[in-house]
């Protein structure tokens, strides 16, 4: 189970209206891209999603598997299953990856440690299917990775800490093309009734190698347009413009 | 400069001999003796060595302003000597333990010489008595052409306030390399001056201050590299965590004088200040009197990293612990590497 439903979600930032009515259900099992254009709120959604301190809720609620999450603090959300890839993802240089990750794992096993030598073969296996050099363990957490080893480390924890909802947001953004793959590749080995993932993109190469059961696109704050893995292809070839209509359309109502 | 201090804490008045013991780690002891080296307790001047000798006397004279320094020198003297020679690299960390017995106010000194061409890591670990009391320690030492000295000086009290006056010179000859950390683990109040002179050529200084502040604590520390000769090469890095109603204030100078061409010197002091009762600041001051030199300094004072905080809750560790980690990550940089690694 992991169903998520936002209902009119409306956000600030400070004193800016970001968010003016947010609607959105991903049912169990299913993968959602997100897209529009810069500075139309994405990532703000993403982040409150999470639980991010920066973004308040003014009005709405956010249900995961039927439950409002709105009053749970960040990482009690997270404990309840929820994951968010960040589109910058911090340095922490005085904790190691493998440690950063088994405290995680901890943390959400009700802080009965999970026992470290299966956890250590899991985390080398993963390491291996996505391709990241066995040192990355012992590094600080994300400390002088390059942008595409962060996002790819992201993807690393999605897959040890196994949340049953993911929100990707921009994991495409810096990768190159094999980069781009491996990251689709980890993406897609989650994907099960258990699991279910808003994807925040750009482009249309990620949603090549992850197929998304829906594509929603955001434009001043609302989502104005739903529909199939179509959309995102006509999207391509339009743009946004044909759809700044849809956005006026919203704002009367 | 930077420190504002109350004498009175600190002044000298009564201070009688005392008991206090060293001991080391028996295998570096071994290593250092086997090798033509020596650790010595003195009771007066006469038994020092007679470079032990000199060095405290041009000690004193370069130091004629400092008030702190001649009142030690009005105190009986006491301490430990301690002698590399020349072209020996010990393998082992000598762990020098200093324990102060008796509740009596102390001045102590020691004297170190690390002879041309030679290497060693030295811990030393100043104990203070169950009680409170107050601590005068002066260090002076000289890292000869060549050598290198990894030192890490640890002040170690128990329950009680204590008071320690802290003075540390070492002068750092032709391509020297010192390595030196200063952590005043006692609570109470500590004024802590260390000064590094690269008197010649080449030589090099990292001086790294680690400090928890906690309860009342008052803790002043300055840390001053001068550089005094051509291509010599000097980082400062302070780090102060600050709990309950804790004071900190950190003053770095980076002293260069004409003719050291060449020379590189940096500073980065910063404090985290956990409780809003805690209060500090950092003063870093760069005094250059040469063109031809790099420089530069940064310093901070300010509570976590939100942004780290969140991204470490949003993996589901809780609050306390994320936390933990971010005070870690802040003190890293300072801390000894092998406590680091595991
Ligand atoms: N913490 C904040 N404080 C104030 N304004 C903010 C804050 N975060 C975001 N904003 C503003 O909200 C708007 C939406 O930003 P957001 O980052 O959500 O956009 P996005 O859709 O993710 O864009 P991009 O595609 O460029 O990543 C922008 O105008 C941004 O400047
Ligand atoms: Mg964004």
Known sequence: ?253 | MGIKYDPQNFSYASMTTTKWSWKANPLALQELQAAGGRIQVFGSTQQLSVAGKRLLESELQANVDNQFMLEHAQQSWQGLELILPARVTLKNKLHLEITFEAAQPSAFTMLLNVGAGSQMQLEREIHYPPVSTRLNLLTCGKVEADSRLNLVDRLQGGQSPQQSLWMANLHCQKDAQLDWSFYPEVKGKVLGKCITVLEEQGSSAVFKVGQFGRRDDWIGIQGLIDHRAPKTFSRIKMRGVLYEKAQVYFTSIGKINKGAHGANAAQESRLMTIEPHAKGSVNPLLIIDENDVQAGHAASVGQYDEEALYYLLSRGLVEADAKQILINNFMEPVLPKETVEK
């Open chain 1, 1 to 253: 189970m992991s169903t998520l439903l936002i209902k009119d979600l409306k956000v600030v930032a400070g004193e800016e209206p970001i968010l003016n009515g947010v609607n959105l259900e991903i049912k169990a099992g299913e993968v959602h891209a997100l897209m529009g254009p810069n500075g139309t709120g994405k990532s703000t959604l993403s982040e409150t999603i999470m639980g991010n301190p920066l973004y308040q809720i003014v009005e709405g609620q956010i249900f995961l598997d039927g439950q409002d999450i709105t009053t749970m603090s960040v990482d009690e959300r997270a404990r309840a299953g929820m994951f968010l890839a960040m589109q910058y993802p911090t340095e922490v240089v005085g904790i190691s990856n493998a440690d950063f990750i088994h405290a995680a794992l901890n943390a959400r096993n009700g802080n009965q440690p999970v026992a470290i030598l299966p956890f250590l073969n899991e985390l080398k296996q993963q390491m291996d299917f996505l391709e990241i050099d066995e040192d990355y363990a012992d590094r600080g957490l994300n400390a002088d990775f390059s942008g595409g080893e962060k996002k790819r480390n992201e993807i690393l924890q999605m897959m040890m800490l196994k949340p049953s909802f993911a929100i990707l947001d921009e994991i495409d953004s810096g990768l190159d093309i094999d980069a781009l793959q491996i990251v689709a590749k980890g993406i897609n080995a989650m994907r099960s009734d258990e699991f279910s993932c808003l994807m925040v993109t750009h482009y249309q190469r990620l949603l090549n190698y992850v197929v998304p059961d829906v594509v929603h696109i955001m434009m001043g704050g609302k989502i104005v347009k739903t529909g199939g893995p179509e959309l995102a292809q006509e999207l391509e070839k339009t743009g946004y413009a044909d759809l700044s209509g849809a956005v006026e359309g919203s704002d009367n109502d």
